[in-house]
């Protein structure tokens, strides 16, 4: 540690360090290799550096809280964002929020003013503990220098334990800028940036009233969320689909934790199950289901197509580590525990269990979900297949894209239409991980979050779709990529309108505002004054070359689509807008 003085006594072995200094090595403790930050809080990015820890330099807060987010997903780790007080607090507040809400685990750093310059109007003076209230589980201000390194490792273990979620501790200038040197205990040796910290199982009776329905059950169902993913329980879950004959839907966070060309995968259901949607015609068996088994679903509007979709006499059971989630909308047996060890648990029980009924009605199960997956291709075949001259069906990029991605990409949507499309017409194989921002479901996540995916696995190809309306808000972090080596491809649907806000207005109201019409851009040359690749597509026969060069490509590439403006992705609600 630069400048730290090490200090032997009979008791303990301690250091003389910085404040800046202690932050830098409690955080280095705590397995951080970046931080998502833009210099500040000031000495502890310096001492950070010292210590050979990263920092990822954004264009703005928001696009890199967006970044950190995915950086956890992808990582398994704590990740840590950083910002000044003020204006650029405040833009944390919105990749914070949907942390909050997606059960996304992220240390937030945050300046404070001096503390013998609060409520005096000092520079950007903002109460920040207020400010942050609403979209995080855990907010402090550190009170004295003593214990620098007891509120970090506590940001670490609220943001990683239980229900995961953000923490912000929010850093005193007058403490960090201090350059005084003072001792640091080294009694703290722990690492708490993994997640999930602690692992808890369910009531073992419970599990066992629960195996005993699913086997019993006439149609059982699995509707699996993203709690699986974060539990890492994807293993266990395709376990229990296999080796018991239980049939499993996803959310669209939960889409990834089976595979969906297994026989027993329903795919992604909810509130995009209308014409040409995936799993359209499996709406029958979701609906005749009379168990089914949730487990890190928070059945949302979205998901339960605003709770009409799972049948109201069907009997729950819900896996969650939330205890206030289970029941909240659908009264079940709660299994109140981490997804993964109650998952393995409930295999144990179910394989004592008679399970001949589960064996002798798998065929039919398997010849229904293949009978209906026939039958979207049938349906869909006419735009997925599409070689009308420009502009082009989003269907027909997707077709060839499903093609060419490898079956461990990293796959990620922005929100709206971009994520409905990914949902509906990439299929989750193999090792695919896919990464939605569905917590709040705000646009310009897409690139951000692609951003960070690569920097956790760099040897990794990521894919991103966004439309022109979501990728607007981030096009500056093009600059990121080329200057920090970020590798992803991110193909724009450009339209030249707000899609789903135009769409959803004609639909309801039979016109929508002027806000929903576009300028032309020309993203391909955006990426091209950013330093990255940019390649236009305007014809279907330009897709597959277009693909094959930005994922052969060293560096980030910008895939700009000309699309249709009348694709309507399978909402019901909008089928009426339907011309084919």
């Known amino acids: 540690m630069n400048n730290a003085t090490e200090i032997i006594t009979a008791s303990t072995t301690t250091t003389e360090a910085t404040n800046a200094q202690r932050f830098a090595m409690a955080l280095k403790r705590n397995g951080v290799k970046y931080i998502f930050g833009q210099s500040n809080p000031q000495t502890v990015m310096l001492a950070c550096q010292d210590l050979g820890i990263r920092q990822i330099g954004f264009r703005q807060e928001n696009s890199g809280s967006y970044m950190a987010q995915a950086f956890g997903m992808c990582s398994g780790t704590v990740p840590v964002v950083a910002a000044q007080n003020g204006p650029a607090a405040t833009l944390l507040v919105p990749g914070l929020a949907e942390c909050l809400k997606a059960s996304h685990p992220v240390v937030a750093l945050v300046d404070e003013v001096p503390r013998n310059e609060e409520d005096k109007n000092s520079f950007q003076e903002v109460d920040q503990l207020k400010l942050f209230s609403g979209v995080a589980k855990w907010v402090k201000k550190i009170p004295t220098g003593e214990r620098i390194e007891d509120y970090i490792d506590m940001a670490f273990i609220a943001a990683a334990s239980g229900r995961p979620g953000p923490a912000v501790l929010l850093c005193p200038k007058d403490m960090t800028f201090d350059e005084k040197k003072y ?14 910290l602690d692992r808890t199982i369910a009531d073992p009776s419970k599990i066992e009233e629960a195996a005993e329905l699913l086997a019993n059950a006439n149609n059982p169902l699995i509707y699996a969320g993203g709690g699986v993913i974060s539990s890492g329980a994807i293993e266990e879950l395709r376990q229990i689909q296999e080796e018991c004959s239980i049939p499993v839907a996803t959310t669209t966070m939960g889409k990834g934790s089976v595979d969906e060309e297994h026989s027993l995968t329903i795919g992604p259901i909810g509130y995009y199950m209308g014409k040409r949607g995936v799993t359209k015609f499996l709406k029958p068996m979701v609906q005749s289901a009379d168990v089914i088994l949730l487990i890190g679903n928070r059945t949302n509007q979205n998901g339960t197509d605003s709770w009409t979709l799972l049948p109201e006499n069907a009997k729950f059971i819900h896996i969650d580590i939330d205890p206030t989630e289970i029941g909240r909308n659908y009264e079940a047996l709660r299994l109140v525990g981490d ?5 393995t648990s409930l295999k144990n029980a179910l394989q004592r269990k008679d399970l001949q009924k589960r064996v002798t009605n798998r065929p039919s199960i398997e010849d229904t979900i293949e009978k209906a997956r026939v039958s979207h291709l049938e349906e869909a075949n006419d735009v997925m297949t599409s070689n009308a001259s420009s502009p082009i069906k989003i269907e027909r990029f997707l077709a060839e894209l499903d093609k060419q991605l ?13 994520s409905i499309w990914l949902a509906n017409y990439i299929k989750a194989k193999g090792t695919r991980k896919f990464i939605f921002p569905r917590g709040l479901a705000g646009l310009g996540w897409g690139l951000p979050l692609a951003m960070g995916a690569n920097i956790a696995n760099p040897n990794k190809k990521v894919f991103c779709l966004s439309g022109d309306g979501g990728f607007a808000h981030v096009w500056s972090e093009l600059e990121t990529c080329k200057r920090e080596g970020i590798n992803v491809v991110v ?3 450009n339209n030249e309108i707000l899609a789903y806000q135009k769409l959803a207005e004609t639909a309801r109201w039979g016109r929508n505002t002027t806000a929903c019409d576009l300028t032309a851009v020309n993203h391909a040359k955006v990426a091209e004054a950013c330093g990255v690749k940019g390649i236009r597509v305007e014809s279907p026969n330009q897709i597959e070359d277009a693909l094959k060069e930005a994922f052969s490509t060293d560096g980030s590439v910008v895939i700009d ?11 019901p609600f909008m089928s009426s807008l339907e011309t084919v």
Not at 183 to 196: D, L
Not at 339 to 343: F, N, P, S
Not at 561 to 571: E, H, N
């Open 406 to 418: 490898l079956d461990d990409h990293v796959v990620v949507a922005d929100a709206s239409f971009s």
């Open 491 to 493: 193909a724009v649907i």
């Open 339 to 343: 997804a993964k060890l109650t998952l």
């Open 183 to 196: 001792p640091v205990r080294t009694a703290r040796k722990g690492n708490h940036s993994h997640y999930p």
């Open 561 to 571: 689509i000309i699309a249709d403006p009348t694709s309507i992705p399978p909402l």
